[in-house]
């Protein structure tokens, strides 16, 4: 019935290329931390870094911290899905609710969520609900303006389409608007989704206890600059494997929901 065709850039570059990177990086990273122009206490070598690694995961200090983000991640991100996609739905269904809402959301769409963290830290106390809804506040909107355009680009042929064959509402929600939307809802998500990651470890640099944004600021209070790296990488390297499953996952959904807007 659809005609669009939606294709997912996969985030995951070729071994070959990827291994050649990873080694003139490693490489110029080695040369400089070796040279004595820097000292190691500043940039310490690849070794170091690995050897903490080794050292933080098998005492379980790394593993910890990854899952407090990962279980903060996939929450968060959960419940801004859901309200994104809910919103977006009931403005375009009507059109008073959107008037209403504009302006509110406008401001809360301009306002970064990290600089609502005092007044968060105040209302909510240290914990895992301020990471929740800093995660939240910064993946909503991608979501709900994707879905949003997404839902209102339904062609005038499917909605007389709908109206002659006298659909349901669920009927012309899930066989008519949601297909016809999926492609602006993927790439919201995956927008979303990249905001969701890098507020979630701005939200742990100053309000956590736990997670891989805490664990660099302990790092570093603790003059732990391997430490420090270890942590960065971890989050670099954890966000790319994220994206690109999050991809694959897309992927996967389409292939077998909407075939006929898959590529």
Not at 137 to 151: E, N
Not at 215 to 236: C, H, N, S
Request: charged letters at 10%; hydrophobic letters at 55%.
């Amino acid at each position: 019935m659809m005609s669009k065709k939606i294709a997912l850039s996969n985030s995951v570059m070729p071994p070959l290329h990827t291994l050649a990177i990873s080694f003139f990086f490693l490489l110029a990273w080695q040369i400089v931390a070796s040279s004595g122009l820097v000292s190691n206490y500043l940039l310490p070598t690849p070794g170091m870094v690995w050897n903490t690694a080794m050292v933080t995961w098998h005492s379980g200090l790394l593993p910890g911290h990854i899952a407090a983000s990962l279980f903060r991640i996939a929450l968060g991100f959960s419940l801004s899905v859901l309200t994104g996609v809910f919103m977006a739905g009931m403005v375009t269904r009507f059109s008073s609710l959107q008037k209403l809402l504009s302006a509110p959301f406008a401001f809360m769409r301009m306002t970064p969520p990290l600089a609502l963290i005092p007044l968060l830290i105040l209302w909510l106390g240290i914990g895992g609900a301020i990471e929740i809804t800093i995660i939240i506040l910064a993946s909503f909107f991608p979501v709900f303006l994707a879905t949003r355009d997404g839902l209102c680009r339904v062609s005038e042929a499917h909605v007389e389409l709908a109206r002659s064959l006298n659909l349901s509402p669920w009927t012309y929600v899930t066989r008519i608007a949601i297909p016809s939307a999926v492609p602006s809802i993927i790439t919201g998500l995956r927008l979303a989704f990249g905001y969701s990651w890098r507020a979630l470890i701005g939200a742990e640099l100053i309000a956590a206890s736990s997670g891989l944004g805490y664990m660099i600021m302990d790092a570093q209070e603790m003059q732990r600059t391997d430490e420090v790296f270890v942590g960065v990488l971890a989050i670099g390297v954890l966000g790319w494997i994220l994206d690109a499953l999050f991809s694959k996952g897309c992927g996967f959904f389409l292939r077998r929901r909407f075939p006929e807007i898959a590529e």
